[in-house]
């Protein structure tokens, strides 16, 4: 089972990024997927997910309106448009893909906010 996370980076305050989280080794249609993200000093925080099948997505009050989570069952990939960003927004982002009986997790993509 593998989740690689790619496309974080350094964008200045109000820019974009698009996140994009390649799974494989399981059947991700039947996954929901969400993103986290850890600041220094913080405790992980769920940021978005979606449901196995796309229906219903969620968010974080603080990234509500400015971030958007989609997914691509035939590339099994999820994806985190990142718009507005704020330098608050810095910390590592981490793809999840969660099951009933199984939770997995990558490895982490840097976003840094900074002027």
């Known amino acids: 089972v593998q989740l690689v996370e790619s496309g974080g980076g350094l964008v200045q305050p109000g820019g974009s990024l698009r996140l994009s989280c390649a799974a494989s080794?399981?059947?991700?249609?039947?996954?929901?997927m969400r993103w986290y993200r850890q600041a220094p000093g913080k405790e992980r925080e769920l940021v978005a997910g979606?449901?196995?099948?796309?229906?219903?997505?969620n968010y974080a009050g603080s990234v509500k309106g400015r971030f958007t989570i989609s997914r691509d069952d035939a590339k099994n990939t999820v994806f985190l448009q990142m718009n507005s960003l704020k330098p608050e927004d810095t910390a590592v982002y981490y793809c999840?893909?969660?099951?009933?009986?199984?939770?997995?997790w990558g490895q982490g993509t840097q976003v840094t906010v900074s002027s």
């Open positions: 999840n893909a969660r099951s009933y009986h199984s939770d997995y």
């Open positions: 080794g399981f059947t991700f249609s039947t996954y929901s």
């Open positions: 979606i449901t196995s099948g796309g229906g219903t997505t």
